[in-house]
């Protein structure tokens, strides 16, 4: 489990933790933490590549099944993408 | 602060978003340039395709703060458009529309949260040289983000009303180079299995009424499905992939891991071609070459190294510019590029020490007649550079940067001491007049 002083490695300005303060799990540090093995499940959607993604010209998700969110799903997976669920 | 850059800024109504001069010196023609940018971290090339490109939203990031120098035809015209979403701006909801041209003398500063798109980014490389910035450590450590770091991306549609946007709250703590070396091993090892598209987030109704949001991306591109690149009988020479990510229809960004500082070469428009062999004894040439497509690159190579199984091995190869593919040329290996006007090129060394660690990055350029075929052999380093010894060149190159030195880039060539009969290195570094940052 990493310690509050790993954490604070992370920032340029290094604040001033003690290890005794608790670190509750979050994605940026699994992120940080990630084995390699992992990567392709913890990293997949390559935060900090981030650019501003280009509105497509014709719309490819309205074609998807929205009967349920299992066929939504399924139907995403049909039509060549991953599909994470991010809130409901 | 060059006068153009205090014109574009001049107009400028959103906080913290800028333009900054991009220091550069001559590189011994009119128009050509060396635009060192000192950092060990990673950096992207976003490349849009050569038919007309506009993104057609805006986008909005909490921890990344966009920092892009344009780099394409000077007589195009790009349009911008701003609005600043951060809640505890002064400028919270104000909007901009600008129009500027690409130029290797300057670079636009976007803060996280302030929403913004172009259009006209035809025929253009951008190169981000992104900043991260984190929560509050106690947000940190107590699991509150506030962010999505598996997707940094807010889009809003071009039709959003500036005066209606959701205040946002972006990340304000600078990340260490802790993050930016994960984040680099990272994205090299999920573009090791080949490109891969930009996830996009977007709201669906079921037909229950329900509300979901849903990350979708496309599935991973093979890299044996993009072109094919010259193959070098000259060991160590290789023309590589870069992993990249789809973003759109044609544009795609391309990371550029270090941790070794890099430069562009601006080659101006004037025909362009090399008027001598360049050789480095510790320098490992990483070219990604940016410009249209069409363009027909020119190189010539020459093995020069001590002991090296291809020592003077001579090659011609013809390559045009791609984005996505990366030249490696060896420490010893001399090299002459033709055709180069109108393109840039991205170098990103890997760095070899001699071992009495005498080494000069700055003065590791051999000349040699492209006639003279009585060519030379050289010993090469052949320690690899540590971390340490890269972070501690940046900040010589920042100091040096700061000083302003009006100097051109060094020359160094091959001479026979007449009294030992020994061939020395004379390193010629000419002091020019000061070039304007402004210059474009």
């Given amino acids: 489990m990493i310690k509050a002083s790993e954490v604070a490695e992370f920032y340029e300005v290094k604040p001033a933790v003690t290890d005794s303060q ?8 699994s992120m940080m933490e990630a084995a390699k093995d992992t990567v392709a499940v913890t990293y997949d959607r390559l935060a900090y590549l981030a650019g501003i993604k280009a509105a497509p010209l014709e719309d490819q998700y309205q074609a998807l099944d929205t009967s349920s969110l299992k066929s939504l799903l399924q139907s995403a997976k049909q039509a060549g993408f991953s599909a994470q669920v991010i809130t409901i | ?46 490349t849009h395709g050569e038919k007309r490109f506009d993104y057609g939203q805006y986008g909005i990031h909490l921890a990344q703060q966009d920092v892009l120098t344009f780099l394409g035809d000077s007589s195009q015209i790009v349009h911008a458009r701003f ?9 919270f909801r104000a909007a901009l529309e600008i129009e500027f041209s690409p130029s290797s003398s300057r670079t636009l500063v976007i803060p996280p949260g302030v929403a913004h798109t172009f259009s006209g980014l035809e025929g253009i490389s951008t190169l981000n040289a992104y900043s991260v910035f984190l929560p509050p450590i106690e947000n940190m450590l107590k699991g509150a983000l506030g962010w999505t770091p598996e997707n940094d991306i807010i889009n809003l549609p071009l039709s959003t009303d500036p005066a209606r946007v959701e205040g946002l709250m972006p ?33 669906f109704t079921l037909d229950t009424g329900e509300q979901v949001r849903l990350m979708l991306q496309p599935e991973t591109e093979s890299l044996a499905e993009t072109t094919s690149a010259p193959r070098s009988k000259i060991k160590g020479v290789r023309f590589e992939r870069h992993g990249a990510v789809r973003t759109g229809e044609n544009s795609w960004i391309i990371p ?22 360049g050789v480095h004894l510790g320098q490992e040439d990483h070219l990604t070459f940016l410009g249209a497509g069409r363009r027909n690159i020119g190189l010539k190579l020459v093995d020069m190294r001590r002991g090296s199984e291809t020592l003077h091995c001579e090659e011609w190869h013809e390559f045009s510019c791609d984005p ?23 170098n990103r060394p890997v760095i070899y020490l001699d071992e009495p660690g005498a080494y000069e990055p700055g003065k590791d350029v051999i000349d040699w007649p492209l006639t003279d075929q009585n060519y ?14 890269t972070e501690r060149l940046v900040a010589l190159q920042r100091q040096a940067m700061a000083e302003k030195a009006a100097i051109e880039t060094p020359k160094a060539v091959i001479v026979t001491d007449p009294v030992t009969g020994k061939q020395v290195k004379v390193v010629l570094t000419r002091a020019a007049p000061v070039v304007a940052a402004s210059a474009s």
């Fill in chain 1, 22 to 29: 608790a670190v509750h799990p979050n994605s940026f540090i």
């Fill in chain 2, 1 to 46: 602060m060059s006068t153009t850059t205090q014109a574009l800024n001049s107009k400028i109504n959103i906080e913290g978003l800028q333009w900054i001069d991009r220091w550069r010196i001559s590189n011994g023609r009119p128009g050509s340039f060396v635009v060192p940018f000192p950092t060990t971290r990673p950096v992207n090339i976003v």
């Fill in chain 2, 83 to 91: 609005i600043d979403c951060r809640k505890t701006s002064t400028t």
């Fill in chain 2, 171 to 203: 990340m304000t703590q600078p990340a260490s180079n802790r993050v930016y070396y994960r984040l680099a091993s990272l994205q090299a090892s999920t573009l090791s299995g080949g490109n891969v598209s930009h996830a996009e987030t977007r709201n």
């Fill in chain 2, 256 to 277: 550029v891991a270090g941790p070794s500082p890099f430069y562009i070469v601006d080659h101006g428009v004037e025909p362009y071609n090399f008027d001598s062999f």
């Fill in chain 2, 324 to 346: 996505q593919m990366e030249l490696v040329i060896p420490c010893g290996v001399a090299h002459a590029l033709f055709n180069m006007e109108s393109v840039f090129t991205l």
């Fill in chain 2, 376 to 389: 030379p052999v050289f010993n090469v380093n052949r320690q690899p550079a540590s971390l340490d010894y």
